[in-house]
């Protein structure tokens, strides 16, 4: 019983010296990132597909022919004339039908002095027609134009008359008086030339001033290893337990 209480209190030694023993902490390594470019690829462009229209023929149906509408024939009947002396116009024409036969007449005076006068039928058996004149034809007696021609005289041509006057000659007439003549009178102080005064423009260089660059200050990551306290072991207190005596 004393054995076993005496490796207790040798366990529970040991224990709390391994529990307040403080762990080890190694600083860890740290490493600059890698900086990996991006890489970008060229856009891949796709022509889009065209398709051909379809396009259907269209259909045409030949049109319908019907035959005209027969109507039956209708009775009439006109007349009417003209003359016209200035034009030599004399026509008669009167026609009448009762819708089977057609009858009719016209009168026409002939440049020859004649009336020609028609009177025609019409019926299912054809046309029929009946010429008659009246008064007898006249043609005047043609007669040769006589042609004279014109009598032209011959032009009577008067040739011109030249004199020969002498010219008349009129001599200068010279006075002896000579002419004036007037010097120029010229001054002795020449012109006062003046030169252009001539200012050279001011040409300012530019200047320039180079851009100050400063470059980038890096300052590594300071690590700091964090402060362990080690906890406070209390150890227990055992008390022996008075066993009694038998």
Not at 57 to 63: G, N, V
Not at 90 to 100: L, P
Not at 179 to 198: G, L, N, V
Not at 216 to 243: E, H, I, L, N
Request: aromatic share 18%; charged share 15%.
């Amino acid at each position: 019983m004393k054995f076993a209480i005496l490796f207790a209190v040798f366990a529970v030694a040991a224990a709390r010296d391994a529990y307040n023993k403080a762990p080890a902490y190694s600083a860890p390594a740290y490493s600059a990132p890698a900086y990996k470019a991006p890489s970008y690829s060229a856009p891949s462009y796709k022509a889009p597909a065209y398709s051909s229209p379809a396009y259907s023929t269209p259909a045409y149906s030949a049109p319908a022919y019907s035959a005209p509408e027969e109507y039956p024939a209708q009775p009439y009947s006109f007349s009417y004339n003209v003359k016209d002396e200035t034009s030599y116009n004399d026509f008669i024409h009167s026609e009448n039908t009762d819708g089977k036969v057609t009858t009719g007449s016209y009168r026409v005076a002939l440049p020859d002095g004649r009336t020609q006068i028609v009177s025609y039928k019409a019926d299912s058996y054809g046309y029929t027609a009946d010429v008659k004149y009246e008064g007898e034809a006249n043609y005047p007696e043609y007669k040769q134009s006589e042609y004279k021609a014109n009598a032209y005289s011959t032009p009577s041509y008067k040739a011109p008359i030249y004199t020969t006057p002498a010219p008349a000659y009129k001599a200068p007439v010279y006075t002896t008086s000579a002419p004036a003549y007037k010097a120029t009178a010229y001054t002795t102080s020449a012109p006062a030339y003046k030169a252009p005064e001539y200012k050279a423009p001011t040409y300012v260089a530019p200047t320039y001033k180079a851009p100050a660059y400063s470059a980038p200050a890096y300052k590594a990551p300071q690590y700091k290893t964090p402060a362990y306290t080690a906890p406070a072991y209390k150890a227990s207190v055992y008390t022996t337990t008075a066993y009694p005596k038998y």
